[in-house]
């Protein structure tokens, strides 16, 4: 099982989804990259991010995410769940995948959705201390 946590970079039409320097679990760190204007996997994995719900793919092999394209991971089964600040802008991403098809379940989506929500609050927290310190 891996966990990995993305952040937004980039500006306006550049907007992109980096994995974070560190993750948690088993797999290799992802080095994936989603842009928002691609068109293609990143345009669909963004369009996800933007509800700040957790998306679960319990099995992979007979449902997958719209735009999903396999890479060289071996899982089988995911949840994603869009990281959003308080007027509702995408901030972040966390996903959490699993070797095992139906590994991953709908409690666990709910677990993801929280730890996005208190990511979501260091966010903001950031961001208020950042403006204190600059007035």
């Not at 946590?5 to 989804?17: H, I, P, S, T, W």
């Not at 989603?34 to 369009?47: E, S």
């Not at 700040?52 to 769940?81: H, M, V």
Request: contains cysteine; negative net charge.
């Amino acid at each position: 099982m891996r966990a990995t946590y993305f952040v937004v970079r980039g500006q306006k039409r550049g907007r992109r989804l980096e994995a974070t320097g560190g993750h948690a679990g088993d797999s290799p760190h992802s080095d994936r990259v989603f842009r928002k204007h691609d068109g293609g996997p990143g345009a669909a994995c963004w369009r996800i991010a933007e509800t700040g719900l957790p998306e679960l793919w319990p099995d992979l092999s007979k449902e997958s995410p719209p735009g999903y394209e396999r890479g060289a991971n071996n899982y089988q089964t995911f949840i994603q769940c869009g990281v959003l600040d308080d007027s509702g802008e995408v901030v972040g991403m966390l996903t959490v995948d699993a070797p095992q098809a139906n590994e991953l379940t709908k409690i666990d989506g709910k677990v993801v959705h929280l730890l996005c929500r208190y990511l979501a609050l260091e966010h903001e927290v950031g961001r208020q201390v950042d403006e204190n310190r600059a007035t």
